[in-house]
């Protein structure tokens, strides 16, 4: 749980510890293990955690936010020097990776789960007021902490609150950019697409005629980023042609920005226009060597497109290139069963049940059901 003190994990380190190690190629027993470490302020152990949990899974978005904001529970005051620009010399790097890996999150998952920030920006709780409707008492939380509980539909309402009060009548473009920032992710992650879209299109607007400053909460992103954000968004709306022309045009200006090429590649899959999807995830491949799970989306795309010889190539240099991704090894044994290889079906399919964490709990029914076919 995350609350005005920090972090709090009800689990206690030793058995976090025991499910890593049970688990330990589950990205998730590892970020977890991580936050009890935190909430112990043994923030090495923390970082070697996290670390471990971004490695096995490359786009597992809460790591590199996690890692993003660590400096920033390693030194309480950051965040205030941060902000009065008196970062000391000997911080300054930490405070560079830390915006690199917190916008790294952001591009990996737009709407990636903010509740760490509990650990790092003082909470303060619950709020006795008035109600000036009801006139009686009521408990409120600013939008803000309920970002960090998770109440988005709640955070939404109370922001809108405060854009009608103090900007009514005036148009998005008056709006902090903040405000325009969180009421965007709030209806998105409820999934009032119409707001988030136009919220994000005003950042677009207001980015594109000079970069943001915002002297209260560093907003992680760029300028062409909120391009590639709304185009997610117009994604997540089922817009697919106008979020395919924005993600085209964010790769004009960033042809290193892999996500657009893999969220083109999932759009074309939906729809089924298979040479296009693999052709948009060759290009992810292509823009972002190291990560090898961008070969695992290729060969389950080839596998669907029904080119099983491709298919079987891209997942074994997926699982050349991350031995750990136990994703991997389960979608080949079933490319290889489907080309008729039982062998190796058995093969890869006896070396998922190895390696998969128990949550794969699905798969692994799968899997046993699929060995079990096998002559």
């Not at 499910?19 to 293990?33: I, K, M, Q």
């Not at 597992?60 to 950051?78: D, I, N, Q, S, V």
């Not at 405000?179 to 879209?197: F, K, P, Q, T």
């Not at 990560?291 to 997926?318: C, F, K, N, T, Y």
Request: charged share 25%.
């Amino acid at each position: 749980m995350l609350g005005a003190q920090g972090l709090r994990v009800g689990v206690p380190i030793e058995e976090l510890q025991t499910r890593a190690r049970r688990d330990s190629n589950d990205a998730e027993a590892h970020y977890r293990l991580a936050l009890g470490y935190w909430s112990k302020k043994r923030f090495d152990e923390a970082e070697r955690a996290l670390r471990e949990a971004v490695v096995i899974e490359p786009r597992f978005a809460e790591g590199w936010l996690a890692l993003g904001y660590l400096p920033y529970a390693r030194r309480r005051k950051l965040m205030d020097e941060e902000r009065k620009g008196r970062v000391p010399a000997d911080w300054i790097a930490a405070l560079d990776e830390s915006y690199r890996l917190r916008r790294r999150a952001f591009l990996t998952k737009p709407l990636v789960d903010l509740q760490i920030l509990g650990a790092v920006v003082p909470m303060q709780g619950a709020v006795l007021g008035l109600d000036p409707t009801s006139r009686r008492l009521t408990f409120a939380y600013n939008p803000f902490e309920a970002f960090v509980r998770g109440d988005y539909q709640y955070a939404y309402r109370e922001l809108q609150n405060m854009v009608q009060r103090s900007f009514s009548g005036r148009g998005r473009d008056s709006v902090p950019e903040p405000l325009l920032w969180y009421r965007g992710l709030a209806a998105a992650h409820v999934g009032w697409m119409d707001s988030a879209i136009a919220d994000f299109a005003a950042l677009l607007r207001r980015a594109e005629r000079a970069e943001l400053v915002d002297s209260l909460v560093r907003i992680p992103l760029m300028t062409n980023d909120y391009r590639y954000v709304l185009a997610l968004l117009h994604q997540r709306a089922r817009r697919w042609e106008a979020a395919i022309e924005l993600y085209r045009k964010a790769l004009e200006y960033d042809v290193g920005l892999f996500m657009a090429h893999v969220q083109m590649g999932r759009i074309y899959e939906e729809r089924r226009m298979w040479d296009q999807a693999i052709a948009a995830f060759r290009l992810a491949a292509a823009t972002n060597p190291d990560d090898h799970s961008l070969l695992l989306d290729l060969g389950v795309v080839l596998r669907e497109a029904g080119q099983l010889a491709e298919a079987e190539h891209a997942l074994r240099q997926a699982m050349e290139g991350n031995p750990r991704d136990s994703r991997v090894p389960y979608h080949l044994g079933i490319v290889l069963q489907d080309s008729g290889n039982a062998a190796g079906a058995r093969a890869a399919l006896e070396r998922f049940l190895t390696l998969a964490p128990s949550r794969y709990a699905s798969q692994i029914v799968e899997a046993q059901r699929r060995l079990a076919e096998l002559p």
